[in-house]
């Protein structure tokens, strides 16, 4: 009985430990939006549309920005199944890097406008912004060459923060 419980324990630290850093993400995210320079054609939509391709890998911390604004239009959260149904999103959360091979999703961005996030510094080549646990800390990783495929920018104080930058093309 006691080594049970010791593990419903030790479980509920790794369960809010994750909370934690989905949390983190979450914020990032909802930050992260206000320093991208994103083409005029995608300010013009009514919605900011914050899109999660499969199931929720953000433990429901993504919800709490539902209600909040981006250049003055209300965030919403869409659960999408493939890029064909992502075309309305300004960001689009994979949470798994191979769930699209990389070579489909450089093509599929270009143009589009669409800021791509996902887990891990090795898998900066799926996407322009990845979130990276450095020293028990979230960092962020970027790829300015993929966001220029996809007509974006980000702002120097948005570079700044990142840890690890990769410039050219993908």
Known sequence: MLVL?????????????????????????????????????????????????????????????????????????????????????????????????SDQLVSWVKGKGVLTVVDGADNLDHAMVAFVLENQRVRLHINLGLAEQAGLSFAANLLEVASHIKRGAP
């Open 5 to 101: 419980s010791l593990l419903a324990f030790a479980s509920a630290g790794w369960v809010h430990a994750d909370l934690k850093t989905h949390q983190i993400k979450a914020a990032y995210l909802y930050q992260i939006s206000k320093f991208v320079f994103w083409p005029a054609s995608r300010k013009d939509l009514a919605q900011f549309q914050v899109c999660q391709y499969g199931e929720d890998s953000y433990g429901g911390t993504l919800d709490k920005m539902t209600g909040r604004n981006v250049f003055n239009q209300p965030v919403v959260i869409r659960r999408v199944d493939g890029l064909d149904e992502a075309e309305g999103c300004h960001l689009l959360l994979l949470p798994d890097a191979n769930v699209v091979p």
